[in-house]
T-cell receptor, first 118, second 112 residues
Framework: AQTVTQSQPEMSVQEAETVTLSCTYDTSESDYYLFWYKQPPSRQMILVIRQEAYKQQNATENRFSVNFQKAAKSFSLKISDSQLGDAAMYFCAYRDLTNTGANSKLTFGKGITLSVRP | NAGVTQTPKFQVLKTGQSMTLQCAQDMNHNSMYWYRQDPGMGLRLIYYSASEGTTDKGEVPNGYNVSRLNKREFSLRLESAAPSQTSVYFC???????????FGPGTRLLVL
C-alpha cells in the first residue's frame, strides 16, 4: 500500500521569505501523480500544484514550486515570497496512475500547519 | 458554476441517530468520493463511485453506506451514529481517469 509521510507538524515563515515543506512517499508503482493541497481555516481543500511522476521537470505555479526526487521518493513544496494568505494546513497527496476503483483515491499525508509572521 | 456542494455544513447528532450527508457536483464528472478528515490523520477514503450505479469501499467504510443517485449526486449515510464518527467529511469528484479531484467545502459532524 502506498504511504505518504509529512514529518513536520508545524512550520513558520516570515512574510516575504521562502519556506520549504517536506513530503516523502512510498510506492512500488513507477507512474503516479503527486499533489500539494492547501486547507485554509475555511476547510476548503484547494489544489496548489500537481506533479506527474513521468515528467522530469519540476512543476511550478507562480510562487509555488516543487522539488521532485523520484529515486528518493521525495516531493517538497517551496513557497517563495510568502504572504499572510499562505497561512494554512498543507497536505501532500499521492495517486496511482490507474483509475480503477479505489486505486483512483488520493492517499494523504497528515498535513503540516504553516504560519506566516508579519 | 458551483463545483462540488455539500449539505449540511455542520450537524450535531446523538449516538444512535441516523443522517444522510448530501453531495452534488455540476461538472459532469463520472467519479465521486467521500473522505473523512480527523486530526492528525489527513483525509481517508470512505467510499468511491466510478459512475452512476457503482460504488466501492475505501479504507474506512465501516458504519457508512452510500448511494449514487445519479451522475450529479452521491450521498453518505450513517445508519447509527457513533462518537468515533465525529469528523469532517469531504466529498470530491473527478473525471474518470483525470488527474485532479475537486473537493466540496466539507461537513463538520459532531456525534455526542
Amino acid at each position: 500500500a502506498q504511504t505518504v509521510t509529512q514529518s513536520q507538524p508545524e512550520m513558520s515563515v516570515q512574510e516575504a521569505e521562502t519556506v520549504t515543506l517536506s513530503c516523502t512517499y512510498d510506492t512500488s508503482e513507477s507512474d503516479y501523480y503527486l499533489f500539494w493541497y492547501k486547507q485554509p481555516p475555511s476547510r476548503q481543500m484547494i489544489l496548489v500544484i500537481r506533479q506527474e511522476a513521468y515528467k522530469q521537470q519540476n512543476a511550478t505555479e507562480n510562487r509555488f514550486s516543487v522539488n521532485f526526487q523520484k529515486a528518493a521518493k521525495s516531493f517538497s513544496l517551496k513557497i517563495s515570497d510568502s504572504q499572510l494568505g499562505d497561512a494554512a494546513m498543507y497536505f501532500c497527496a499521492y495517486r496511482d496512475l490507474t483509475n480503477t476503483g479505489a486505486n483512483s483515491k488520493l492517499t494523504f499525508g497528515k498535513g503540516i500547519t504553516l504560519s506566516v509572521r508579519p | 458554476n458551483a463545483g462540488v456542494t455539500q449539505t449540511p455544513k455542520f450537524q450535531v447528532l446523538k449516538t444512535g441517530q441516523s443522517m444522510t450527508l448530501q453531495c452534488a457536483q455540476d461538472m459532469n464528472h463520472n467519479s465521486m468520493y467521500w473522505y473523512r478528515q480527523d486530526p492528525g490523520m489527513g483525509l481517508r477514503l470512505i467510499y468511491y463511485s466510478a459512475s452512476e450505479g457503482t460504488t466501492d469501499k475505501g479504507e474506512v467504510p465501516n458504519g457508512y453506506n452510500v448511494s449514487r443517485l445519479n451522475k450529479r449526486e452521491f450521498s453518505l449515510r450513517l445508519e447509527s451514529a457513533a462518537p468515533s464518527q465525529t469528523s469532517v467529511y469531504f466529498c470530491a469528484s473527478s473525471e474518470l481517469g483525470a488527474k485532479t479531484q475537486y473537493f466540496g467545502p466539507g461537513t463538520r459532524l459532531l456525534v455526542l
